[in-house]
């Protein structure tokens, strides 16, 4: 958390009645209520006055489209100090290869000369109105596109004005012709002053997208039984013991003449089938028992007729 008290105040424009503070705009076509619309070189944000303008660590969410695959439209927090190089985040910008790939990136100023590092929005199109969202943290800022994590930097991040830093602020621009940005509504939430576990994001602002780890389709928990299956004998997945089992074949034998388990071991859990021809008993009746041979022939006929005998 910031070392410091936050004193920043949640902020929402949508548009429908004027700029609220973002009024530092030129060449803006506001020709449909709830929308603000940038073609041409056209660029509307907050008053760059000093360190503490603007906003500081929260959640910052922006529905916005962006138009065409060249650079040249941009989501811009601006330094409050109005200086750069220095540490301007890019909340959303198109890339310069042509691909209409969008990012967001972190500038600062290295000895006088601009750096920065950036992460790509895979699979983000242009054409279609997005929720964009950055998460400012002490030394993290995450980018997430309509709820999904599209990255992460911590290389660099400034630290906000009550944190000993400077703010930034708001803004949105265009200077390429063949290029636009649209832009419906902005949200800002201050670190701690939103919704619990989920970065500060505004609820009223949640699209549903959010990869959510909870089971929230509607579909009624199953809760597994904890009462295991009941079975006497051994099952023919699990360990066989076998000094049991040619006891009770030896008994059986000794009783009845017959080289199986007796009918009454609940061993047998299913009726025994008719008998066949019997084969040739694995020893002779007063001889000693091979109680591997014997045990082979008892698994091999468990596993063909799921009765335990020969």
């Known amino acids: 958390m910031a070392t410091s008290t936050e004193t920043d105040s949640p902020l929402h424009v949508s548009f ?4 609220g503070p973002i009024s530092n705009a030129w060449n803006t076509d506001t020709s449909v209520n709830g929308e603000v619309k940038l073609t041409g070189n056209a660029a509307m944000m907050e008053w760059a006055s000093g360190p503490s303008a603007g906003h500081g660590y929260g959640t910052y969410t922006v529905n916005a489209k962006f ?9 811009v927090f601006w330094p409050g100090d109005d200086k750069w190089p220095g540490q301007e985040i890019d909340m959303g910008e198109l890339a310069h290869d042509g691909s209409g790939r969008q990012y967001g990136v972190v500038h600062w100023n290295n000895g006088g000369k601009d750096a920065f590092e950036y992460t790509i929005f895979e699979g983000v199109k242009t054409g279609v109105f997005h929720d964009y969202t950055m998460v400012w943290e002490p030394g993290q800022i ?14 660099n991040v400034p630290r906000d004005h009550d944190d000993g830093g400077m703010n930034n602020t708001i803004g949105f621009l265009n200077n390429n012709p063949d290029t636009s940005l649209t832009v419906r509504d902005v949200h800002y939430t201050p670190l701690g002053g939103g ?12 699209n549903g997208n959010d990869n959510d780890t909870g089971n929230d389709n509607g579909a009624p928990e199953v809760t597994p039984d904890p009462t295991p299956a009941h079975h006497d004998a051994p099952s023919a997945g699990g360990p066989i013991d076998w000094n049991a089992l040619a006891a009770q074949v030896q008994a059986n034998y000794e009783a009845t003449g017959r080289w ?17 021809p019997e084969p040739a008993p694995a020893h002779a009746a007063d001889g000693p028992v091979d109680w591997n041979a014997l045990a082979a022939q008892v698994m091999a006929n468990y596993e063909a007729t799921g009765s335990w005998h020969l």
């Not at 919704?195 to 949640?206: L, V, W």
């Not at 199986?260 to 066949?276: R, V």
Request: hydrophobic share 25%; no cysteine.
């Open 260 to 276: 199986e388990l007796p009918a009454t071991s609940t061993a047998q859990e299913q009726p025994a089938p008719e008998p066949e």
């Open 142 to 155: 995450t980018f997430k596109v309509d709820g999904v994590e599209k990255g992460t930097i911590t290389n």
């Open 67 to 75: 138009d065409g695959t060249e650079p040249g439209a941009a989501i």
């Open 16 to 19: 429908d009645n004027g700029f």
């Open 195 to 206: 919704s619990a576990g989920n970065g500060g994001h505004d609820d009223a602002n949640d």
